[in-house]
């Protein structure tokens, strides 16, 4: 099972997963993401979350993708 089916409990579980570019995530998805106001969380295991501003995890994926 994907982090994503596992993840998708109660009302989620009617929506489906999909592929994304990694560059559309971050140029398109994410500044999307903030402009309606949600924030996203990490390492979600259904019971607590950590949330975080949609800028930091822009600029930490920028970073990271710098060393490839």
Known sequence: MRMVEYCATDGWKIYSSKSM???EFIDVFLPNFKKEGFKPSIFLNNAD??????DIIIEDLKTELEKY
Request: cysteine-free; overall charge negative.
């Open 21 to 23: 570019d990694m560059y």
């Open 49 to 54: 979350s950590a949330v975080l501003e949609v």
